[in-house]
Nanobody, 114 residues
Framework: QVQLVESGGGLAQPGGSLRLSCAASGFTFSNYAMTWYRQAPGKERELVGRISITPVALAYAAPVKGRFTIYRDNAENTVFLFMNNLDPNDTGVYCC???????WGQGIQVTVSS
């Protein structure tokens, strides 16, 4: 059974940083691309970025490019989202996903506010 569990969210000040983690189990993590999505209040869910099976991210959404970095640790079955220079517009629920299985984590809240 595919399981994804996010952690590391919370409150950050504008300009601050947070690191999200997504621990995966139930499948051979190293064989699958992973994605991060987010959903801001009152808005549709949007793709944040995607990382291929090698630790090289394929793409980031324009609003986060240059500020967010996705990294995967295949030995730990974990994908990370490093978020820097946070803006209040980054507030939302962040989820990781295994696109191949369309499996999702439960999501974790990130709030950027002074």
């Amino acid at each position: 059974q595919v399981q994804l569990v996010e952690s590391g969210g919370g409150l950050a000040q504008p300009g601050g940083s947070l690191r999200l983690s997504c621990a995966a189990s139930g499948f051979t993590f190293s064989n699958y691309a992973m994605t991060w999505y987010r959903q801001a209040p009152g808005k549709e869910r949007e793709l944040v970025g995607r990382i291929s099976i090698t630790p090289v991210a394929l793409a980031y959404a324009a609003p986060v490019k240059g500020r967010f970095t996705i990294y995967r640790d295949n030995a730990e079955n974990t994908v990370f989202l490093f978020m820097n220079n946070l803006d209040p517009n980054d507030t939302g629920v962040y989820c990781c996903q295994v696109p191949t299985f369309d499996a999702w984590g439960q999501g974790i809240q990130v709030t950027v506010s002074s």
